[in-house]
């Protein structure tokens, strides 16, 4: 009875099983930081992670959905842990999931250089390419999509297509810092800067006055204009 137990296949949501889950897609991430994508293979990280590659391939099926799965949980994780201070769907949400993001990634500026050159390389997997745009464009629709509701965009404007060409304006920019264009300390006056001017051209009404009055106050204060979630403030505080 004891042998049958041992053999026996664990759930899916077990503990054991999700710890391994983790386990390997922390480790991909590592090797993704510290090598990038051209330095991963089933092989290393089936032995850093302790588990046979046939583990890996029967988790994940492909190289690929275990790197997209390794970069869109490790962004997930992050935001969940967030206490924001503004109701989703407002313009302060998305600067405080915007300004935490970035903060964020001047911590793990290797990692943050690897997916950039992932999401732009003309070789990336489908796969992969799709799970770094929709980390960015779900959240993005939060805000964007209540302007669409409120018909507080242009009347050209469409709102799926908006959305995609913001989440590449800001990739374009997290990506120049990365590479060491754009300052550390420069980096999220730059991006939000950017990011709402573009807005600046696709809303009006309300929408408009409000982008125009932040973009002012960044222009002045700069990053102390921006919000923080909670979490954040604290560890400034």
Not at 189 to 203: D, I, M, N, R
């Amino acid at each position: 009875m004891l042998q049958e137990a041992r053999d026996r296949p664990q759930s899916y949501s077990s503990p054991a099983i999700i710890a391994r889950r983790q386990r390997i897609l922390e480790e991909t991430r590592k090797v993704i930081a510290e090598q990038g994508l051209a330095g991963l293979s089933m092989n290393e990280i089936g032995l850093r992670a302790g588990v046979a590659k046939r583990t890996l391939y029967n988790a994940f099926q492909t190289r690929e959905r275990m790197i997209a799965a390794a970069i869109q949980e490790y962004f997930e994780a992050y935001v969940k842990n967030l206490v924001f201070v503004h109701p989703p769907g407002t313009m302060m949400y998305d600067m405080e999931r915007v300004t935490a993001i970035i903060r964020r990634n001047r911590h793990i500026r290797n990692y943050i250089k690897a997916i950039m050159a992932l999401y732009f390389s003309p070789d990336v997997d489908d796969d992969i390419w799709q799970a770094m745009h929709s980390i960015a464009t779900k959240p993005s629709m939060l805000w964007l999509g209540e302007l669409h509701r409120k018909k507080q965009l242009q009347p050209w404007i469409t709102i799926d297509r908006l959305v995609d060409d913001v989440v590449r304006l800001r990739y374009a920019t997290i990506n120049d810092w990365a590479l060491g264009r754009i300052p550390d300390e420069e980096i999220i006056v730059h991006l939000v800067s950017t990011y709402l001017t573009f807005l600046v051209g696709a809303t009006r009404g309300a929408a408009r006055k409000e982008i125009e009055e932040m973009l002012t106050r960044v222009k002045i204060e700069g990053e102390v204009a921006l919000p923080l979630p909670r979490k954040l403030m604290s560890a400034r505080a």
